[in-house]
């Protein structure tokens, strides 16, 4: 495994970061390692276009991908991603999947239309398997729908919750999704790469997602304050995919329906409703439903809380910084910074709207961006 001294070896040897002192012009840390312009986002509340809340299906001891015998029935578990429903969503979809297809049965059920629930059932239809979706959400109102759409692991898990095979799962899970998205990036998909930036007053961690898995993470480096614009004394760059969920959701829905699927609109109440199903083998992807459904007590809801702007079309990179974020995608730009632990309530709350408006405006005030007006 790389270690964090190998790689900031390696980025030394950048031509972004080579040469004497003072080599870092004021002009080239204005712009991503790509060539793009790094831009101020024009924070303010007359700016914003809608305050969006949603629930993460949450577990300390991390996402669950197992089987489970009801009499005739078997179901297959693939829920409990945190925030990285949509990041793994492949993945353990491909573990998922392997476990149903092990049954020797092709007429299959998905109980869920996230991005978990679909890419399963697209996964089935690819082997071969006659596959009917029962949800009661369908885009754009699920959960997926309000996600950020970043591919990075995030709240995955606490760390003092896991068992010692955890990492070996979550990489097998990271591999799979990171390939099957690289096949679909382009606008048919809403997919592209993108410079991110995750800024922090101390060194990232040894234990740090990025640092642990680098090769999920091209173009992975350690910028010194004088290679890049942001008010941060540390920046950690690297590029990831970028799915924009309003588009990306829609499409995979579109490949299920063409591929033959079966789509049933349907709200189950308990395990007694879901065994009255016709498959034989059913794969539970209902996120935070399956805490009601299948009575798992560790699952919890984490409420997040998304400001939207207008789209500006001059932002090209991701920002995370303090408990902050900024991503900017075609329907607005969001900006999110709230992480509450069992809050079953989706109001949006004001008083968080006017907290991260604040700190967003206060940290783009203080971005170095030369472009800028005067009144910026």
Same mark, same amino acid.
């Given at each position: 495994?790389?270690?964090?001294?190998?790689?900031?070896?390696?980025?030394?040897?950048?031509?972004?970061?080579?040469?004497?002192?003072?080599?870092?012009?004021?002009? *080239?840390?204005?712009?991503?390692?790509?060539?793009?312009?790094?831009?101020? $986002?024009? $924070?303010?509340?007359?700016?914003?276009?809608?305050?969006?809340?949603?629930?993460?299906?949450?577990?300390?001891?991390?996402?669950?991908?197992?089987?489970?015998?009801?009499?005739?029935?078997?179901?297959?578990?693939?829920? /409990? +991603?945190?925030?990285?429903?949509?990041?793994?969503?492949?993945?353990?979809?491909?573990?998922?999947?392997?476990?149903?297809?092990?049954?020797?049965?092709?007429?299959?059920?998905?109980?869920?239309?996230?991005?978990?629930?679909?890419?399963?059932?697209?996964?089935?239809?690819?082997? /071969?398997?006659?596959?009917?979706?029962?949800?009661? !959400?369908?885009?754009?109102?699920?959960?997926?729908?309000?996600?950020?759409?970043?591919?990075?692991?995030?709240?995955?898990?606490?760390?003092?919750?896991?068992?010692?095979?955890?990492?070996?799962?979550?990489?097998?899970?990271?591999?799979?999704?990171?390939?099957?998205?690289?096949?679909?990036?382009?606008?048919?998909?809403?997919?592209?790469? $993108?410079?991110?930036?995750?800024?922090?007053?101390?060194?990232?961690?040894?234990?740090?997602?990025?640092?642990?898995?680098?090769?999920?993470?091209?173009?992975?480096?350690?910028?010194?304050?004088?290679?890049?614009?942001?008010?941060?004394? +540390?920046?950690? +760059?690297?590029?990831?995919?970028?799915?924009?969920?309003?588009?990306?959701?829609?499409?995979?829905?579109?490949?299920?329906?063409?591929?033959? /699927?079966?789509?049933?609109?349907?709200?189950?109440?308990?395990?007694? !409703?879901?065994?009255?199903?016709?498959?034989?083998?059913?794969?539970?992807?209902?996120?935070? /439903?399956?805490?009601?459904?299948?009575?798992?007590?560790?699952?919890?809801?984490?409420?997040?809380?998304?400001?939207?702007?207008?789209?500006?079309?001059?932002?090209?990179?991701? @920002?995370?910084?303090?408990?902050?974020?900024?991503?900017?995608?075609?329907?607005?730009?969001?900006?999110?910074?709230?992480?509450?632990?069992? $809050?079953?309530?989706? !109001?949006?709350?004001?008083?968080?709207?006017?907290?991260?408006? *604040?700190?967003? *405006?206060?940290?783009?005030?203080? @971005?170095?961006?030369?472009?800028?007006?005067?009144?910026?």
């Amino acid at each position: 495994m790389t270690s964090r001294r190998d790689l900031l070896r390696a980025a030394a040897a950048l031509p972004l970061l080579a040469g004497c002192a003072g080599s870092v012009t004021r002009d *080239r840390r204005n712009y991503t390692p790509s060539g793009l312009p790094l831009r101020r $986002v024009n $924070v303010s509340p007359d700016r914003v276009v809608r305050v969006i809340t949603g629930l993460r299906p949450y577990r300390p001891s991390g996402f669950v991908v197992e089987t489970e015998k009801f009499d005739d029935k078997t179901v297959v578990h693939n829920y /409990g +991603h945190g925030g990285g429903g949509i990041t793994l969503s492949w993945g353990t979809s491909q573990m998922a999947a392997e476990l149903a297809l092990a049954t020797g049965h092709r007429r299959l059920a998905v109980i869920g239309c996230g991005a978990v629930g679909l890419a399963s059932a697209r996964l089935l239809q690819r082997a /071969g398997c006659d596959v009917t979706i029962y949800a009661r !959400d369908l885009p754009p109102e699920t959960t997926s729908n309000i996600a950020g759409g970043q591919w990075s692991p995030a709240s995955l898990f606490d760390k003092d919750a896991i068992g010692p095979e955890f990492h070996g799962r979550l990489a097998t899970a990271m591999r799979h999704s990171y390939r099957e998205f690289q096949h679909l990036v382009g606008a048919r998909y809403g997919i592209r790469w $993108v410079s991110n930036y995750f800024l922090s007053d101390e060194p990232a961690e040894a234990t740090d997602m990025r640092l642990r898995y680098p090769q999920f993470f091209p173009e992975l480096m350690d910028l010194p304050p004088d290679a890049h614009p942001f008010p941060a004394p +540390h920046a950690l +760059h690297f590029d990831t995919m970028f799915i924009e969920p309003p588009v990306y959701l829609p499409a995979v829905l579109r490949d299920f329906r063409m591929a033959g /699927g079966e789509l049933v609109v349907r709200e189950f109440t308990d395990v007694a !409703d879901v065994m009255t199903l016709e498959q034989p083998v059913v794969v539970n992807c209902t996120g935070l /439903g399956a805490r009601a459904l299948f009575g798992d007590e560790e699952l919890m809801p984490v409420k997040g809380q998304l400001v939207v702007l207008k789209p500006e079309p001059d932002i090209n990179y991701l @920002m995370i910084h303090d408990g902050i974020y900024m991503f900017p995608r075609t329907d607005g730009v969001l900006l999110g910074g709230t992480f509450e632990r069992d $809050v079953w309530s989706l !109001d949006p709350d004001p008083t968080e709207t006017a907290r991260i408006l *604040r700190r967003h *405006r206060a940290f783009f005030d203080a @971005m170095d961006d030369p472009w800028a007006f005067p009144w910026s």
